[in-house]
């Protein structure tokens, strides 16, 4: 038998049928006609519609990123500055104590006579005015026409050095007892006068007062009742008895304080609740109207303190209101060159007692340290804003006074005694840092730009670089 030789099965349908035209057969010419594309998009004829579809795309991805990097850059440059806690468990032996003013606000003259009681109504009444003190309400224009011999007297220069006859009353006599931290004090050797006030004023573990301790300002590491500053003070002067006391609890680098405390009665206790503020030092690149805030460098620039300058806009609200212009008293320890020359008044009227209804109508208060002045009438609320703003590190002494009229046996000297103490050991901290800092601002952009149009610098510089022939890199396909 032979040998058979093997043949493949026969296919059903025509066997060209299962030939790709586009597949290269040996032996077989391919047609270059009968070329045909599986992706018509790719002809180079469709390259130019695709780039132009894209041009929109990329416009309007390139506005949406302008317009949202604009809406971050608004945090940068208008909303910067911003406070928080910094710390809740400071203790109070960490800042400084403030500072104390005590200042008589009514007296009584011992001598009888007409002019000696006249003189010291005036006296009282300025005082009323000037300090806005619970007074000042009741005087009504009759009060202030019962003095015609004393209309142009400056109410100011009224001191009870003027009403007494110019007798300089001693410390030792002013002062029955004092305490600091508990243990007994040498009254005069803690408390100073200040010719800033007239009219006979101490001050205690202030910066700002004539000659002050070079220890100044002090500290406590304690609170509560007796752990400050607690004074008695005689009612009976040699020469006068006191009726009514102001009591200032204040920064120790500033004037005056937050508020005044008035009372007639024994006992004056004052409890304080510190807040301190700090700020870092990157916020001074802000403007001021956004931090509101002075460093000390540029207090030291500007050559006046927050008090000063509250002083100056109420003394330019009074010329404005009044048509009057006062002079106010230096300290000794100013420097020269920042007293005010006499000239600088010429041609204005200096305000005297006469002028003292129109004060009383406004409510000026000569020496509040309050940085907006009130002048709404009936049902129109109107401020006006001095402007003046506080050092960036401060503390700010807030206070709630309590009074109490001590029984005949518990008070056999006729003193008035006062208390000035922390409440608490702890206090809050507050810190001015920026809210959006620049590091914050480039991040913002770059993750915009990749979110929305998908750039970054890497592929910017690698665009870039492709454009030159030297950097281009080459291609694998």
Known sequence: MGEVEWQPDPQLGNANDDVDDNVSVPGKQINPHTFVSLN??????????????????????????????????????????????????????????????IIPMVVTNLNTSEQAQRLTRVFNM????????????????????????????????????????????????????CTWRGKPMNCC????????????????????????????????????????????IRRNQNFFDLNMLGVIVHEPTQLLGQSIAYSTEDRIVIPVEPLRFTAEADVKARPLHMRRCLFESEIVRLGQSRSECIYKCHVQ???????????????????????????????????????????????????????????????????VDCGCFPQCDHTQYHTSTYTERLSSAENVDSVVEIDVYFQEETLFSYRSMLRFTLIDLMVSFGGIA????????????????????????PNDG
């Open 40 to 101: 018509p998009l790719t002809t180079p004829h469709f390259y130019p519609i695709c780039s132009c579809a894209r041009i929109p795309l990329k416009v309007i991805l390139a506005i949406v990123t302008v317009y949202v990097c604009i809406l971050s850059s608004e945090r940068y440059f208008y909303y910067w500055v911003q406070t928080t806690i910094e710390r809740t468990d400071v203790h109070v032996s960490e800042i400084n104590f403030p500072a104390v003013t």
């Open 189 to 232: 050797s803690i408390f100073r006068s200040v010719s800033t006030y007239r009219g006979f004023a101490y001050v205690f573990n202030s910066l700002r007062c004539d000659f002050p301790d070079e220890t100044w300002p002090w500290s406590v590491a304690a609170s509560g009742s007796l752990s400050g500053l607690n004074v008695k």
């Open 317 to 383: 609200y009074i010329l404005e209101r009044c048509n009057c212009t006062l002079v106010l008293p230096t300290p000794l320890a100013t420097k020269l060159e920042n007293i005010t020359d006499p000239t600088e008044y010429k041609g204005q009227t200096l305000c005297g007692v006469k002028h003292l209804p129109c004060f009383n109508n406004n409510k000026l208060s000569l020496f509040s340290m309050s940085n907006i002045i009130e002048e709404s009438r009936e049902n129109i609320f109107t401020t």
């Open 126 to 177: 300025a005082r009323a005015v000037l300090w806005q003190t619970p007074d000042a309400p009741r005087l009504d224009k009759h009060s202030f026409d019962a003095f015609p011999e004393y209309a142009d007297l400056n109410p100011t220069t009224l001191d009870i050095d003027s009403v007494f006859d110019s007798v300089q009353y001693s410390c030792k006599y002013f002062f029955a007892e």
């Open 450 to 473: 990749g979110l929305i149009m998908g750039v970054s610098v890497l592929g910017w510089v690698n665009a870039i670089l492709d454009r030159f022939t030297c950097c281009r890199q």
